[in-house]
């Protein structure tokens, strides 16, 4: 439920970084709701607008890794 919440925040206001970040968060959790595939996506998209966010550059490694 709160995924699907916040992929509406997303979509309602795309530019909104906080929003993907914190998306990426249900990347890390144990049941893995967000895909690494989608992360990566998501991470590189923050990274686009910020490219010193911590939470994307942390999203990236750890997948990498």
Do not use: C, M, W
């Not at 992360?39 to 997948?63: F, G, P, Y």
Request: glycine share 2%; net charge negative.
């Amino acid at each position: 439920l709160a995924l699907f919440h916040q992929r509406k925040a997303i979509e309602l206001d795309p530019k909104e970084i906080g929003y993907q970040e914190y998306l990426l968060y249900f990347n890390e959790i144990p049941e893995r709701v967000l895909s690494d595939k989608e992360a990566l996506n998501i991470a590189r998209e923050i990274l686009q607008v910020d490219s010193k966010n911590e939470v994307a550059l942390r999203t990236l490694k750890r997948i990498n890794n």
